[in-house]
């Protein structure tokens, strides 16, 4: 019998129009998707790229006047050469190993910065923005959004009508007649439509990430999260199944399953997102912005006018400093000493907010429970490298790298002489940590076992639903 299921849905939707023009839609969309990412990425590392460069040439060029002056010490050196205060390093978080995946939000966040000790910590982002509630990262095409978004369209396009069809036409009691029952045909019908569009989703998706972009070719990290990626995007695709198979249940017409389907996908993938998002604002509403900068402005301004007193303490504190004779402007010491208070002075005003987006951040991981999509986008995003986590880590270390240089040159500034060659190179260059797929899995574990859960209830009131008996079914 279900040979001839197949067959028959082999004949009327797989080598059908609808079923041809699905598989030629994913290809298309899916090809898209992929070239999207593959070329944003593309973008983002020439970019990065050329800005290292530039940085890496200026700084070759400061150690080269340090090495002339170290070579030379009798001779006479320019007052400006070589000066600890005009090194200024690059920092930039490279695009993740899956970054094709998910690049809806590489334009929105930050992914490189310079580090010198001419800034503040609180300047280091200048487009940085404290209050982000966006869960789901509407922005340029790529996989992630195609899966959550399209692919539960596509299966309810593609099998809200496949019991109601024959329910209407009278088909449904010979069918029945002839089966003995009509969930064998149900199950296979929605098999073989469901299948198809995540089989081909799935071939392009391996296609698109085993196809790494770069010259450095596919790594163990890209190969991890893609299994991760992959994974997650199946368990999203199972929760869709179970909930389609349980409307066509349950629903007599096929209008009724269509129109109950989308709403639910409105509600999933916009709405729900939109109250965790309002609700974490509300419970735990950011400070204002505008407060901040007026704080951090009185605070610098507070610092820069007591450099005096700054520098009698920290000579006070360093008592086996002595200061060179050298001509150097004052102002390089004085804005040294004013930004290491200011950033003393700024760091509650950072804290503050950081509090604030924790505390959001925990009650929207509650209320992701409401809305299967809002698991997906995140375990999606986790796994591609997408998502705000990443870039916030990536800020956390980058001031945590300005700091530490800060830190090595102080003296050298205070002092107004410069830092020997050996003290230079024992500096290492900003590398930013990928978080480990282990410890996204772990973290994301509980979430998708939610889902899974939810997609086997789901499935198993389908079929509970469906092997009533046939005057049930067939009402």
């Known amino acids: 019998m279900k040979s001839i299921i197949f067959?028959?849905?082999?004949?009327?939707?797989?080598?059908?129009?609808?079923?041809?023009?699905?598989?030629?839609?994913?290809f298309i969309l899916g090809a898209y998707a992929a070239y999207s990412g593959k070329s944003q990425v593309a973008r983002i590392t020439r970019a990065q790229a050329d800005y290292v460069q530039a940085r890496g040439d200026a700084l070759d060029a400061w150690r080269d006047e340090l090495v002339r002056i170290e070579s030379a010490p009798d001779a006479p050196a320019p007052a400006y050469a070589a000066r600890p205060m005009n090194i200024r390093k690059p920092a930039v978080a490279p695009p993740a190993p899956l970054g094709d995946f998910a690049i809806g939000a590489s334009d929105l966040l930050p992914a490189q910065t310079e580090l010198s000790a001419w800034v503040n910590p609180?300047?280091?982002?200048?487009?940085?923005?404290?209050?982000?509630?966006?869960?789901?990262?509407?922005?340029?095409?790529?996989?992630?959004?195609?899966?959550?978004?399209?692919?539960?369209?596509?299966?309810?396009?593609?099998?809200?009508?496949?019991?109601?069809?024959?329910r209407e036409s009278m088909r449904a009691r010979l069918i029945a007649a002839q089966a003995g029952a009509v969930e064998p045909l149900i199950w296979s019908r929605l098999i073989v439509r469901n299948g198809l569009i995540w089989g081909v989703f799935t071939l392009v998706a391996l296609a698109a990430g085993l196809a790494a972009p770069g010259p450095a070719g596919l790594s163990a990290s890209r190969l991890a999260n893609l299994a991760g990626w992959i994974g997650a995007a199946w368990v999203?695709?199972?929760?869709?199944?179970?909930?389609?198979?349980?409307?066509?249940?349950?629903?007599?017409?096929?209008?009724?399953?269509?129109?109950?389907?989308?709403?639910?996908?409105?509600?999933?993938?916009?709405?729900t997102p939109a109250i965790g998002g309002a609700v974490g604002e509300a419970l735990y509403p950011p400070p204002s912005k505008l407060a901040a900068l007026s704080a951090m402005r009185d605070a610098k301004s507070e610092a820069g006018k007591a450099t005096a007193e700054l520098t009698k303490g920290f000579l006070a504190d360093h008592p086996e400093m002595t200061v060179s004779d050298d001509d150097v402007p004052f102002y390089y010491a004085g804005t040294w000493l004013a930004n290491r208070e200011a950033a003393v002075r700024t760091?509650?005003?950072?804290?503050?907010f950081e509090d604030s987006r924790r505390q959001r951040r925990e009650t929207v991981d509650l209320l992701q429970y409401l809305s299967p999509a809002v698991i997906a986008n995140r375990a999606l995003l986790s796994f591609a490298g997408g998502d705000v986590d990443r870039y916030r880590a990536y800020q956390a270390e980058a001031r945590a790298a300005l700091a530490d240089?800060?830190?090595?040159?102080?003296?050298?500034?205070?002092?107004?002489?410069?830092?020997?060659?050996?003290?230079?190179?024992?500096?290492?260059?900003?590398?930013?940590?990928?978080?480990?797929?282990?410890?996204?899995?772990?973290?994301?574990?509980?979430?998708?076992?939610?889902?899974?859960?939810?997609?086997?209830?789901?499935?198993?009131?389908?079929?509970?639903?469906?092997?009533?008996?046939?005057?049930?079914?067939?009402?």
């Open 122 to 166: 609180a300047d280091l982002f200048n487009e940085y923005e404290f209050a982000n509630p966006t869960l789901l990262s509407i922005g340029r095409f790529d996989l992630s959004m195609m899966a959550v978004l399209l692919l539960p369209l596509l299966m309810i396009a593609a099998s809200f009508d496949i019991w109601s069809t024959e």
């Open 405 to 475: 240089l800060s830190e090595r040159i102080g003296p050298a500034v205070v002092a107004k002489r410069r830092l020997s060659l050996a003290a230079y190179d024992a500096m290492d260059p900003f590398t930013f940590t990928e978080t480990p797929v282990g410890d996204k899995a772990r973290d994301l574990a509980v979430p998708v076992a939610f889902l899974s859960a939810l997609a086997l209830a789901l499935g198993w009131g389908a079929r509970r639903r469906l092997g009533a008996p046939l005057e049930k079914t067939l009402l």
């Open 347 to 352: 760091a509650p005003i950072l804290h503050a």
């Open 7 to 26: 067959l028959l849905e082999r004949r009327t939707f797989l080598f059908a129009a609808p079923g041809i023009a699905l598989v030629a839609s994913l």
């Open 236 to 271: 999203y695709g199972a929760f869709w199944f179970a909930l389609i198979a349980f409307a066509v249940a349950y629903c007599r017409r096929g209008e009724t399953v269509a129109a109950t389907l989308f709403a639910l996908w409105a509600g999933f993938v916009f709405l």
